[in-house]
């Protein structure tokens, strides 16, 4: 028993500490890792990677909060948008083949390979939706030198249909989508990054809770294995952002594209073989 | 109103309530379920590590059926039953966002920003459905 634990608690860790210093969280590597590593299920690895989505994300947005980058009001009107998503991402992924979900994550892997190399920089607006307007979205956050930078936001619509597909993609395949968050928030909506950052981590959380209480009601994740997992994949989680400060954040995130990269061929190649 | 905002420099009572409380919420949280987990999982390597290794065995061939009832969970829990154990430290877990969302509720119920409510109450309703559909499901 304790070497497969050990084992099942190795890899967790491994994904939870690659997930952290990448940046994209433990849910896109430790499926790939219970599917190709642990013969497990997709739909078992689904179950168990919302539930440590929900703990990796809880356990970084204690630091987002104190540091005060997320914009609550835009969390939660985007939020209704990937919680709808999530639900009935979760509902669905009982009833969609396995091939099926091993090809949809090779994509959300590529997607999220792309948002890592694609560059990053803050394009910020100087004149918002009406929409987001009226509900007083904008803000305003710190820069280095700790002068107050104003940000307005556009494409509230595109960016909340994003968030649908986001939070349906969270709930089949049990990753955070925070590459396809941030990328909503940052490129369409036009939010500084930071911003972008906290705010997916938060709603991060709530859509894999959304997700992750349908696969429990449901008595469709498999205690033995998730259990292990959350534990895992935060302790590793946690390394990897004491770590990070140090890190050659450029370097880890060349050499973790290469890895997405090979994983989602991997899954792509798997998914093709069971058609 | 602005001071629902968490990137206001300047603290107000709601952004200190934010600020100080979440992350103590949050971490209270998190300890009491990985507290949990981890005893389930000393009581599974103490008690029943057989069952484990036939458990996680069944699991890869897809043939594992978790008790869905809650009451049921509950009970063995409070009797030991590593894997109910378990199961509640799980449960204890997707606490975490809807602990959340259900603070953000009050602070914006407080602010009397009504929009807000409004979306709130969408996104705590959703999470609850996800329960009940998945019990459907």
Request: proline letters at 3%; one cysteine or more.
């Amino acid at each position: 028993m304790l070497a497969i634990l050990g084992s099942l608690l190795l890899l967790a860790f491994g994904s939870g500490l690659v997930g952290s210093l990448s940046g994209l969280g433990g849910g896109v590597f430790i499926v790939p890792a219970l599917v190709i590593a642990a013969h497990m299920p997709i739909t078992v690895a689904v179950g168990a990677s919302l539930i440590s989505v929900v703990a990796t994300s809880a356990g970084a947005s204690v630091a987002f909060v104190r540091d005060g980058w997320t914009n609550l009001k835009v969390a939660m009107v985007l939020e209704c948008a990937t919680v709808t998503g999530a639900v009935a991402g979760a509902l669905l992924a009982g009833m969609i083949p396995a091939v099926v979900l091993e090809l949809l994550f090779a994509l959300m892997m590529l997607q999220s390979a792309y948002f890592s190399l694609r560059k990053q920089g803050d394009d910020l607006v100087e004149h918002g939706d009406p929409i987001a307007r009226r509900l007083e979205l904008a803000g305003d956050i710190p820069d280095d030198s700790g002068k107050m930078i104003h940000y307005e936001i556009v494409n509230l619509a595109s960016g909340g249909a994003l968030m649908v597909v986001a939070g349906l993609m969270s709930g089949l395949l049990g990753i955070g989508s925070g590459a396809l968050k941030v990328m909503a928030m940052d490129y369409f909506m036009h939010l500084p990054l930071k911003v972008s950052s906290a705010t997916s981590n938060f709603m991060i959380g709530v859509t894999a809770g959304a997700g992750a209480l349908v696969f429990l009601a449901r008595g469709d994740v498999a205690t033995s294995i998730a259990a292990p997992v959350a534990i895992g994949v935060t302790a590793g989680a946690l390394l990897g952002s004491r770590i990070l400060p140090h890190a050659n954040v450029r370097a880890l995130r060349l050499a973790f594209v290469v890895i997405l990269i090979l994983i989602a061929i991997e899954m792509g190649w798997r998914a093709l073989q069971g058609i | 109103m602005a001071a629902i905002k968490e990137i206001q420099a300047s603290p107000g009572e709601e952004d200190r309530i934010l600020r100080v409380w979440t992350p103590v919420l949050l971490r209270t949280i998190l300890v009491i379920a990985t507290v949990i987990l981890l005893g389930g999982l000393i009581l599974m390597i103490t008690q029943s590590p057989g069952n484990y290794v036939r458990r996680y065995h069944a699991v890869q061939a897809e043939h594992f059926a978790e008790k869905a009832d809650f009451a049921e969970m509950l009970r063995l829990a409070a009797g030991g039953d590593p894997h109910s154990v378990m199961t509640l430290g799980l449960y204890v877990l997707t606490l975490v966002p809807l602990a959340r969302v259900a603070f953000c509720f009050l602070l914006f119920v407080k602010e009397r920003d009504f929009a807000y409510v409004g979306f709130t109450a969408y996104v705590l309703i959703g999470l609850i459905a996800g329960i009940l559909l998945g019990r459907i499901g």
